[in-house]
């Protein structure tokens, strides 16, 4: 699967106001989502082949993505309630 799914649109649908402006407005936000962004890509490219990685690097690469997941709903959260 490529990043279709994996966008931050599609993981917090109904959620585009919030993304948009997060994006626009918070530095620290533009660093999770690029962070987030190559996490993704690279665990793609282990899933798919085209590089080598031991279980324990994907697990540690999956669980570093659920990180940043995690920080960026309660982003999400926190602009809800202001």
């Known amino acids: 699967m490529g990043e279709a799914g994996h966008d931050l649109h599609s993981l917090f649908p109904g959620e585009e106001a919030i993304l948009h402006a997060l994006k626009m407005e918070d ?3 533009r ?3 690029l962070r987030k962004h ?12 085209l590089d080598a990685a031991s279980d324990e690097r994907v ?3 999956k669980k570093q993505r659920l ?4 920080e960026i709903a309660a982003m999400i959260a ?3 309630v202001e």
């Open 27 to 29: 530095a620290r936000f």
């Open 31 to 33: 660093d999770l989502a």
């Open 38 to 49: 190559e996490l993704e890509a690279e665990i793609q490219r282990i899933e798919s082949g």
């Open 59 to 61: 697990e540690s690469l």
């Open 67 to 70: 990180l940043l997941l995690d």
């Open 78 to 80: 926190a602009r809800k």
